[in-house]
């Protein structure tokens, strides 16, 4: 059975410094990945997907995550924070026939000035 | 695109009571998906439709809760008999039949039960 693990449920960063949001999955078939970010009272808005073509993938806002299948990761990247970053991102994986969504736990991003 | 709607927004009930909530999906997506997140967690998969048909229910959806899509277009979740626990936001997302099968979301339906 496919699931993901998000590790750090809370990040704090300074506004203008990298991004690390670490995802690892768990998946007996090649997985289609994807990163969601969430703000608060509001559904979740889709940043980028993993889809087995490149292993790099460029989403929206700056964002990027690179798959990495001999560690079974992907960690989601950005160069400089913006105080509007701040938001809860949610790593997932699809699963099955459905297509399905298993979520992490998520992670809560801060963005210090 | 319009995206995806939800309705209500905001649900408080008394506990025992039913609730209904509605999901319109991306008009030409023959995919619709409800998942409930409680606070501080993931979503968790609760249903899935094919057009009209419901393929998938999970172990979360007790028989308190049904699911339909009339038509394969809009669908609704029903929860009869509330309780305390089933506060949450109700999140329902659609998708075209893809490889990838990128999914869409509404803005959530939040329920309290008091």
């Known amino acids: 059975a496919q699931s993901v693990t998000q590790l750090g449920s809370h990040v704090s960063v300074s506004e203008g410094a990298l991004v690390l949001l670490r995802c690892n999955y768990s998946?007996?078939?090649?997985?289609?990945l994807f990163w969601y970010v969430q703000y608060p009272n509001q559904g979740l808005q889709l940043l980028l997907k993993?889809?087995?073509?490149?292993?790099l993938v460029k989403g929206i806002n700056g964002f990027e995550a690179e798959f990495k299948k001999s560690e079974t990761s992907f960690h989601l990247t950005k160069p400089s924070a913006h105080m509007s970053d701040a938001a809860e991102y949610f790593c997932?994986?699809?699963?099955?026939?459905?297509?399905?969504?298993?979520f992490g736990q998520g992670t809560t991003l801060q963005v210090k000035p | 695109d319009t995206g995806v709607s939800q309705d209500p927004r905001h649900k408080i009930t008394k506990r025992g009571q039913n609730v209904t909530f509605r999901c319109d999906p991306i008009?030409?997506?023959?995919?619709l998906y409800w998942y409930r997140q409680t606070l501080g967690q993931g979503p968790e998969f609760l249903t899935y439709?094919?057009?009209?048909?419901?393929?998938?229910k999970s172990r979360l959806l007790s028989d308190r809760f049904s699911a339909e899509r009339p038509k394969g277009s809009f669908s609704t979740l029903e929860i009869q008999r509330t309780e305390q626990g089933d506060s949450a936001m109700y999140l329902c997302?659609?998708?075209?039949?893809?490889?990838?099968?990128?999914?869409?979301f509404g803005p959530g339906t939040r329920l309290t039960v008091l």
């Open positions: 997302a659609s998708s075209r039949r893809t490889s990838d099968n990128e999914q869409f």
């Open positions: 008009s030409e997506h023959n995919r």
């Open positions: 998946s007996s078939v090649p997985p289609y």
């Open positions: 439709f094919q057009n009209e048909a419901q393929l998938e």
């Open positions: 993993y889809t087995s073509a490149a292993t």
């Open positions: 997932a994986v699809s699963s099955g026939n459905t297509g399905k969504l298993i």
